[in-house]
Structure formats: C-alpha cells, structure tokens
C-alpha cells in the first residue's frame, strides 16, 4: 500500500477559498496519478488550522467519488462552490455512464445506498434507475459502496465487493491520524523491511541511501511538513530517531511547494518501484 501523510495546515499558504480549494484538487489528481491508496491528515499544533484541515479532507474525498455521486452526496456545498475549477480524476472506479443493458454480470462500480425497502437496500451506481442490493445488511443510507453485478439486465441486481475482488486502482481513503507526534510513534512501532516510513526534508539524506528499501517494501509512507514548517519542526516534542531524507537535490529555489514535493517524492518512489 502507498500512504502519503500530510498536515491539517496544507493549504494554510493559500488565503482564499478558491485557491485553497484548487490546491487540493491538484493534490487529489497526484494522489491519484500515482495510484496513493491511503491519505493521512495529521494535525500541526503551531495553531488552528482545524477548518483548512476540513476543507482540505472534504475536497480529497469530493475527488475521489465518482462525478454521478457527486450531487446526491455534497449537494450545493459552500465549501465546494469552487468544484467547477477541479481538474478531473477519470481513475479506475470513475466509471462513465452505461445503458442498463450494457452492464455485465462481475462488472464493478462505485454507488451510494439511497433507500432502504421490503426486498432490502437500493444503490445509486450511475445507471437509469438503483439496483437491488443483496445480502447487505450492515450499510446504511448514504454509505458509499463499491458492489459487483451478479445478475444481468433486465433484472439487475448487485452485493457489496469482497475484499481483494476489485483489480487495479480503486481510489484511496482520506482519514485523521492524530498530531504529527502520534503519527511519527505509530511509524517507529511498524518499522520493518515491508514497512517504510519516510520522512521528507530538503535538509535529509540523499534518497538514494534507501532505493534498495523502497524498492522491497510493500507499504509505504510518505510524510510530508508543512509549507511553512519542517515535520521534525512540527513534532518537535518527539525524541524518536527516524533520518528525513531529501528528494530534490541540488534544489534550484528557495522551498519546494507541498504539491510540487509530493509529486516530485512519488514520481522517485514510483521509478524505483517499476523501473
């Protein structure tokens, strides 16, 4: 799994709504682009910067749901009156629209539970009308669901995804880890040759020192600071011995933007990884 970690105070460089919200729509296209399946937002205790953190997990997971989703989940959102500007995702599980009778048994998408009835739950999956949703007993209305189709058009019909039944990329998952402190405990805890966390730092070691160790890991963590502060600045409580290391050597400017990093640091990992 490819995880990035970034602060609540990621957009706190931007001073209005619209480019605040624009720079996280290309952080989700990056995200995406190099198929990160796992978003940490870890909060940076220099101040407040608990409603960027808000916007910014609120226009990553506007990003990754699928555009015939979009509506019936966020509505008219003032927070999102910029979603007209955001570059589209077109992922995997971004599935255009399709006839009813055009959708195959084993066929795949992305819904949201929208009603529950007699004969049991109806997802809204993109098509002319919702589909029955079978053996689903845990979800609840307004949950989103990726199901697979297990009956064809002109009684379509559908259950929940079984874990490592979807191929390829299938979006990623935006959630809260804490401060930067319990971030940085967690990754020395995990610690392992399948396991790397790696922290980013234009004053770190060559990120060549470790390519023999991205290239074995199956999980990866990318940890990222803020545009103003340094992650072992924002957790500077932390007696934890864990190097940063520099991906852009020999940098030309005075600071590397947070979306420049990011797609810089996963455009390296990415190489190492399937070259």
Request: hydrophobic letters at 40%; a positive charge; aromatic letters at 8%.
């Amino acid at each position: 799994m490819l995880s990035v970690a970034i602060p609540d105070s990621s957009l706190a460089d931007e001073s209005i709504l619209r480019e605040k919200s624009v720079k996280a729509a290309r952080i989700a296209r990056i995200l995406a682009l190099f198929g990160v399946e796992s978003v940490l937002i870890y909060r940076d205790t220099s101040a407040d910067y608990s409603r960027d953190g808000m916007l910014l997990r609120l226009v990553l997971e506007f990003m990754d749901t699928p555009q015939y989703l979009r509506k019936r989940l966020y509505g008219r959102m003032r927070e999102l009156r910029y979603a007209g500007l955001f570059p589209p995702l077109k992922a995997p599980h971004h599935k255009p629209y399709v006839r009813m009778d055009e959708v195959k048994v084993d066929d795949v998408r992305q819904g949201v539970v929208i009603a529950r009835r007699k004969n049991g739950y109806y997802v809204d999956v993109g098509l002319d009308e919702p589909i029955l949703l079978e053996h689903a007993d845990k979800v609840k209305v307004n949950d989103k669901v990726s199901v697979v189709f297990t009956s064809p058009y002109p009684d379509l019909r559908c259950r929940l995804a079984r874990e490592g039944e979807i191929k390829g990329y299938w979006g990623y998952r935006v959630r809260y880890a804490g401060t930067a402190s319990d971030l940085l405990k967690s990754c020395s805890k995990k610690k392992s040759e399948e396991s790397l966390a790696i922290i980013t730092s234009k004053l770190g070691r060559p990120v060549r020192e470790i390519e023999q160790d991205i290239a074995r890991a199956r999980d990866i963590m990318l940890i990222f600071g803020s545009p103003y502060r340094d992650v072992h600045e924002i957790a500077s409580d932390v007696r934890i011995d864990m190097p940063t290391y520099n991906f852009f050597p020999m940098q030309r400017v005075e600071s590397v933007r947070l979306e420049e990093a990011i797609l810089g640091c996963l455009a390296v990992v990415n190489y190492v990884k399937f070259r």
